[in-house]
């Protein structure tokens, strides 16, 4: 079993959709959470990265640590076409250097 | 423009040579990161940089060699260069202030062994 589960998709949306995209784990030594947004031929940019349980909001993105039932989320509200790229779900322990990464999930949002 | 950098973006080369791919960051970070991304876009650490002494080396063949010859730059060598070697290689690098949580990475080297 890989230590971080993440559904590949794709996932096919149309515009203006909220989309939901999740990750579980089961390493509960995982204290941080990131996502990355990689778009086809590019490297993974950051998205969002939250320290332990709760939510966090950045504009249209709010990602979602549940803890207890080792499960991150991140939605998008008023989905765009320019949303469309592989959403990749990372996490890390303390002492550790090292991102373990989820296999990414392929959002298309049609216009 | 401040960023991480890499060269070449794209390397096609046939099985049994030597080739190294160069990293560089602008950002002022004291830690580099070589990732190895595979066809299903699975991306696995490789090796890491703090101020130029490695402190992360996973399970990787040792014909991989890392060099960092001062904080900016971390580059890639690999020996004697086996298909199973395809795959896109990526720099990245983290502040010391953010605990190495958040790192950024480079634009992709492309590596095709025929």
């Known amino acids: 079993q890989k230590e971080v589960e993440q559904d590949p998709g794709p996932l096919s949306v149309p515009e203006g959709a909220i989309v939901s995209l999740n990750c579980t784990y089961s390493?509960?030594?995982?204290?941080?959470f990131m996502w990355y947004r990689q778009y086809s031929r590019k490297g993974p940019e950051l998205l969002m990265y939250?320290?332990?349980?709760g939510n966090k909001e950045d504009g249209r993105f709010t990602a979602q640590v549940d803890k207890s039932s080792k499960y991150i989320s991140l939605f998008i509200r008023d989905s765009q076409p320019s949303d469309s790229a592989t959403y990749l779900c990372?996490?890390?322990?303390?002492?550790?250097?090292?991102?373990?990464f989820g296999s990414g999930t392929r959002l298309q949002v049609q216009p | 423009d401040t960023a991480v950098s890499q060269t070449p973006k794209y390397l096609v080369t046939q099985m049994g040579n030597d080739k190294s791919i160069k990293c560089e960051q602008n950002?002022?970070?004291?830690?580099m990161y070589w990732y190895k991304q595979d066809s299903k876009k699975f991306l696995k650490i490789m090796f890491s940089?703090?101020?130029?002494?490695?402190?992360i080396n996973e399970t990787v063949p040792n014909r991989f060699s890392p060099k960092s010859p001062d904080k900016a730059h971390l580059n890639l060598h690999i020996n004697s260069l086996e298909l199973g070697d395809s795959a896109v290689y990526f720099c990245?690098?983290?502040?010391?202030?953010?605990?190495?949580?958040?790192?950024?990475f480079g634009p992709g080297t492309r590596l095709t062994v025929l």
């Open positions: 990245a690098s983290s502040p010391r202030t953010s605990g190495d949580n958040e790192q950024f």
């Open positions: 390493n509960s030594a995982f204290q941080y």
């Open positions: 939250t320290y332990s349980s």
């Open positions: 990372a996490m890390k322990g303390t002492g550790r250097r090292a991102l373990t």
């Open positions: 950002l002022g970070h004291d830690t």
């Open positions: 940089y703090n101020n130029k002494e490695l402190i």
